[in-house]
């Protein structure tokens, strides 16, 4: 006969003792951390070969994307943008076709999956978003004056630099285009059959403030104008998110992450002091397990 149990009784009869003479088998009762510690071990020491990944590290992973904004209406068309999948001398994540990445913009060298002998454990993410390295700072009114042919700048369209000209090119990221980046764009991590969103890029802030240079008697130079590479601050470790369950990468494994645009996300018009064209970075740090092999 079928008895009908409450949760609370079924609960009581699932937490009893070992029931040894009715031959009653329980599962003991494990704790949400306990059982993703024992993913963690099997991942980092196993992966699922026969022989064991002995070896451990702690691994920084980062990739950038390009994005310029439609002259014509000072946006960023909605869509898919993905990053990790590109590896440097290779071309694409919205860079111009003549200028291949380089290890400012990725340091991840194997294209849309895990390398054969390593396996991850994904603690932290952060984004940062950054415009494009700035180009000859001794140009007359923000106008480049000698910028390198293989970089960014000189291999955008005429109408891209007009655009972005009169110093946008070398100014940090304006407050309200930061914004609506950060909560205009969401971060995915992409697996072999689906795409899983982690959350809004706010949400993965790892900004720390801007550099400031000092002469040699003491005197404050413009930092964010001379820099080169002003950003949303350093990938300090105070402030990027550490995830409560981390993500699991196992050798073989189809993995890349995209940034994720819903709708068209509308910049400030360079003219008012928008930015016109910005980078944004992902970065994630890991253990890695891991076999040398010769």
């Not at 060298?109 to 180009?135: H, M, Y």
Request: proline share 7%; charged share 20%; net charge positive.
């Amino acid at each position: 006969m079928m008895r009908n149990y409450t949760f609370l009784k079924l609960f009581q009869i699932l937490n009893k003792p070992l029931n040894r003479k009715k031959g009653i088998r329980i599962m003991p009762r494990r704790s949400l951390k306990e059982m993703v510690q024992k993913q963690v071990t099997r991942v980092l020491k196993r992966g699922s070969r026969l022989e064991r990944f002995d070896q451990l590290r702690s691994r920084h992973f980062w990739s950038s994307h390009l994005f310029l904004a439609d002259p014509l209406t000072n946006s960023v068309p909605a869509g898919d943008y993905d990053v990790f999948k590109v590896i440097p001398s290779g071309v694409g994540q919205g860079y111009p076709t003549n200028v291949p990445l380089t290890l400012r913009e990725t340091n991840w060298l194997n294209s849309g999956r895990v390398p054969d002998n390593q396996n991850f454990v994904i603690t932290e993410i952060g984004v940062t978003i950054k415009r494009p390295p700035a180009v000859d700072a001794a140009g007359i009114g923000g106008i480049p004056s000698n910028p390198p042919a293989n970089g960014i700048w000189s291999n955008l369209s005429l109408a891209q630099q007009a655009y972005i000209s009169g110093g946008a090119q070398q100014a940090p990221i304006n407050p309200a285009d930061a914004m609506a980046v950060l909560y205009g764009f969401s971060l995915e991590m992409s697996f072999l059959t689906n795409n899983v969103p982690l959350g809004l890029c706010s949400d993965f802030s790892q900004s720390s403030g801007d550099y400031i240079f000092a002469d040699a008697d003491g005197s404050i130079v413009d930092g964010p104008n001379n820099m080169g590479d002003p950003c949303n601050g350093i990938p300090a470790a105070a402030f990027r998110r550490k995830l409560e369950v981390p993500i699991l990468l196992q050798h073989g494994e189809n993995m890349g992450m995209r940034l994720k645009a819903a709708r068209e996300v509308f910049l400030v018009d360079p003219e008012n002091g928008g930015t016109g064209w910005f980078e944004l970075r992902v970065d994630w740090w890991a253990h890695e397990s891991f076999v040398e092999k010769s």
